[in-house]
């Protein structure tokens, strides 16, 4: 089951690339506070318009990471109170071929765990492990300036793809999670959050758990005659 996945590192990029997965079940082990360091120096040298560098990280571990999760997780089941986002990540109403990709990879998680079509506490319950980071010991939120134009929000996913691609180099996966955004007001609770600031995404950062049956799932990629067109 597990023969794709390892913690060893990727000596190459294509390695990294094709080694790289939005896990869902990381083990406790502790990440060096010098790995965070040097991972996020070395992803800082992501392109962006006019060398901005429109990002700006909070690096969540040990007792600040289990009170930002404890306190999500408990706005989350309070479902009298909706929180949402303050950008909009999704279409407002989904269509084809992007609502079948989205079924495809929601149904091929809930199947290997065992969670069956209407079951909805249950598939309430895992998304609810993203407020966890999915037990990974370091949790990462991403902020930009509320008056920065969508062109940083392009550089800012390269800054993100270049941290998940130094942690495959350094034997470590990652879960870029959207559903922390809707949580920015519990996040500027407790972490200094500007107002100027928008919350955009976390992510979880650790070693894999290769006994979780959920980090088998690989999802697939259209081949790339529906999405490129050459021309001589």
């Not at 969540?60 to 950008?87: K, Y």
């Not at 809707?182 to 972490?191: E, G, K, P, T």
Request: proline residues 6%; aromatic residues 10%.
């Amino acid at each position: 089951m597990t023969d794709h996945l390892s913690n060893a590192p990727s000596t190459t990029v294509s390695e990294a690339i094709s080694s790289r997965r939005s896990l869902r079940a990381f083990l406790p082990a502790e990440v060096p506070r010098a790995d965070i360091d040097s991972l996020l120096e070395r992803a800082a040298r992501a392109p962006s318009g006019t060398n901005m560098q429109p990002w700006h990280t909070y690096v969540l571990t040990g007792a600040t990471r289990q009170r930002l999760c404890d306190e999500t997780c408990a706005a989350f089941d309070e479902q009298s109170v909706e929180h949402t986002s303050e950008t909009r990540y999704y279409p407002t109403t989904w269509f084809e071929p992007y609502l079948s990709r989205r079924r495809q990879v929601g149904w091929g998680l809930y199947n290997l765990l065992g969670i069956e079509r209407g079951e909805r506490e249950r598939i309430r319950g895992q998304h609810r492990r993203n407020f966890r980071f999915f037990d990974a010991p370091v949790g990462l939120l991403f902020t930009i300036h509320r008056d920065l134009a969508p062109g940083s929000l392009l550089d800012y996913g390269m800054f993100l793809q270049n941290i998940m691609l130094l942690a495959r180099e350094c034997g470590l996966h990652t879960c870029p999670q959207a559903a922390w955004a809707d949580y920015h007001q519990v996040a500027r609770l407790i972490l200094p959050i500007s107002p100027e600031e928008v919350l955009l995404c976390g992510m979880a950062l650790g070693q894999a758990d290769p006994d979780a049956v959920e980090n088998s799932l690989v999802t697939e990629r259209a081949p790339i005659d529906e999405w490129t067109s050459f021309f001589d």
